[in-house]
């Protein structure tokens, strides 16, 4: 038996299993030049598991080229949504599946270099790209490789729908779409995408607005699409945060939702339940992009849908 703290190597396992350290090297690295008799390869795996031995991954890492490891970097984009929940779910289940680990990081440009250089990961994936790749194509959500990057994913097209679809369904026919002052690329995109599915489901062309993060900035912007379109009876957000910004502009101006203004979120943080009125969301289910995306990065067919697929979450706002 190893002694406690330290860390189990190839010999404690070759002595616990009666067997050659070559031959343990042989039977956990499934060397296929090698016949090893299947009582012989089961005493060192029940050996190995018993003992909790974990492969060195430097060596490991010179053996094979690179190691085990799988770099997620998160960014600086939010990592409470359905969507990057549900993604890391998928990714980490499918490379476990296949003998690697996950390891999800900020990146940092000072530090990005030097951290890479010391893991030797398989490869790094990026999760503001998986978020907003397929935000820009035909938006048709079919998924056929169009706008799917090595993150596996097209993301919005389908969410999209559903928010304008939820709405139509209630009697909605002119609705803006509430966008954030920053982040402007996928938000143009979300936009596109937004104005096709509303032409598609006959409703009046989709006006857009944004709703700034100070307080009073998002309470004028939403007097102001009030103003300018009083015909709007419905507000599509580009995410939840923006939803909350402007139930709260609502509030402010002594409006009330859905009766003056109906509001639908977008990802599901979870946030919108703690409001009054709670808001209605879109929930994504990424899991299926996250674990196509880890079959890519391993060099495996990439089977299974890529776009996330997205349901309602009827509260009280919409």
């Known amino acids: 038996m190893a002694a406690v703290g330290r860390r189990v190597t190839l010999n404690d396992v070759a002595a616990a299993s009666g067997v050659s350290r070559a031959t343990v090297s ?40 690179s190691s085990r490891i799988v770099v997620l970097d998160i960014g600086p984009g939010r990592t409470d949504g359905s969507f990057a929940r549900s993604y890391v779910r998928g990714l980490d289940a499918e490379l476990a599946a296949h003998d690697h680990l996950l390891l999800v990081r900020p990146a940092t440009p000072r530090s990005d270099r030097q951290a890479l250089d010391a893991i030797a990961p398989r490869a790094v994936l990026r999760l503001d790209e998986a978020a907003a790749c397929g935000g820009d194509g035909d938006g048709d959500g079919s998924g056929d490789g169009s706008g799917v990057g090595e993150s596996g994913c097209a993301a919005h097209a389908d969410p999209v729908r559903t928010q304008l679809r939820h709405l139509a369904d209630r009697g909605h026919r002119h609705i803006a779409l509430a966008l954030p002052a920053h982040d402007l690329p996928p938000a143009e995109a979300r936009l596109r995408v937004a104005r096709e599915a509303a032409r598609q489901l006959g409703l009046a062309p989709l006006i857009s607005f944004v709703v700034p993060r100070p307080r009073a900035a998002g309470t004028d912007a939403v007097r102001a699409l009030r103003a300018g379109h009083p015909e709007v009876t419905a507000v599509a957000a580009f995410d939840d945060p923006v939803a909350l910004r402007t139930l709260t502009a609502v509030h402010d101006l002594g409006l009330t939702a859905p009766a003056d203004l109906a509001v639908i979120g977008y990802d599901d943080t979870g946030y919108g339940e703690l409001v009054a009125p709670a808001l209605t969301t879109v929930h994504l289910d990424a899991e299926p992009c996250g674990r196509r995306a880890a079959r890519t990065a391993l060099g495996l067919d990439a089977v299974g849908p890529a776009t996330a697929s997205g349901r309602v979450v009827v509260r009280e706002s919409a």
Do not use: K
């Not at 042989?26 to 492969?55: C, H, K, M, W």
């Open 26 to 65: 042989f039977v956990l690295n499934d060397d296929p030049r090698q016949t090893i008799s299947t009582a012989t390869r089961e005493r060192v795996l029940t050996a190995a598991r018993t003992l909790g031995y974990v492969p060195h991954g430097i060596a490991r890492a010179l053996r094979e080229g």
